[in-house]
């Protein structure tokens, strides 16, 4: 079976990727990455630190280890995952047209799967997918549908966050669900934290139903409820100030180098853990 995965170029989408890649042994499967818009690490505006956030890997940490012939730690980068596993990566920067269609339409896909895609796809592009495509979304549909569906989520005072795998249709994360799975909210641990989980948990979901998209037996699903939904977009500033009045952190040190540790034996470099991301500022 053909099979292309459509991701973002962050750390918590290559974790992720860590994860699913392995499963797919045996089909053929190629990799779409949309980049992460630059932001500012001195800023006021907590939208614009969690885009410099999510170039924090990249620039700091990705380079070096893509140097390395034999990678240092148990999780790869994308270079290492696309040599380990044969996986063909490219960097696309739209999906209805342009690269991102083009990519598609040569690559054949029997079925794609979107793991934290920032691109909404259309419906001729999503026909070009022979079985269909799937989504897993960070929060428990039909809910916590949109984005930051974990800050939105944790901010509500919920005891646990969902990780959705459901069918994209025409509407946004309207379309029929597989399955959900929880994980419990840990109030010391980071949205960012929270996130990581996430997606494994979807990819798993994911992974339990392949051998049915591999005999081509379409999974069981069933329609969401749109009396229950709840559609959410970029916070506001009083959002993001509600989430820290709670003791809510966007992103912290600790939860940042424990992932860095996975990918590298030694030390990442950062000028301490309080310049980097202090309780009170994330």
């Known amino acids: 079976m053909r099979i292309l995965v459509c991701s973002q170029d962050d ?5 992720a990727l860590n994860r699913l890649l392995p499963g797919l042994t045996g089909n053929a499967v190629a990799v779409a990455l949309v980049p992460v818009e630059p932001g500012r690490r001195s800023t006021g ?11 924090l890997f ?4 990705r380079p070096e280890l893509d140097r390395r012939t034999v990678p240092p730690g148990e999780l790869l980068t994308y270079s290492h995952l696309a040599r380990q596993h044969g996986t063909p990566i490219r960097t696309i920067r739209e999906i209805n047209r342009g690269d991102g269609y083009a990519f598609i339409k040569e ?26 495509v799937l989504n897993i979304h960070p929060g428990a549909l039909p809910r916590y549908a949109g984005l930051f569906s ?6 509500a005072g919920e005891s646990s966050l969902g990780s959705t795998l459901h069918v994209i249709d025409a509407g946004i ?7 959900i799975r929880r994980l419990p909210v840990d109030p ?6 929270h996130g990581l989980q996430l997606y494994p948990l979807g990819i798993d979901l994911f992974l339990r139903i392949l051998p049915d998209l591999e005999s081509g037996r379409w999974p069981t699903t069933r329609p969401q409820d749109r009396r229950q939904r709840q559609y959410r977009s970029w916070p506001s500033a009083a959002d993001f100030a509600a989430f820290r009045s709670k ?34 500022r994330c």
Request: one cysteine or more; charged letters at 25%; proline letters at 8%.
């Open 188 to 193: 010391e641990r980071s949205m960012f934290w």
């Open 58 to 61: 990249n620039e700091r940490v």
């Open 11 to 15: 750390v918590t989408s290559c974790v």
């Open 45 to 55: 505006d907590p939208g614009a630190w969690l885009r410099w956030f999510g170039n």
């Open 247 to 280: 003791g809510l952190r966007l992103a912290d040190s600790r939860d940042y180098l424990e992932i860095i540790r996975r990918f590298r034996t030694r030390e990442p470099s950062l000028a301490g853990p309080d310049r980097f991301c202090s309780r009170t």
């Open 173 to 179: 994360d309207t379309g029929p669900i597989i399955g």
């Open 150 to 155: 974990p800050m939105y989520a944790m901010l």
């Open 107 to 132: 690559f054949a896909p029997d079925v794609i799967l979107s793991v934290r895609f920032g691109l909404i796809f259309k419906p001729p592009t999503i026909a070009l997918a022979r079985l269909g």
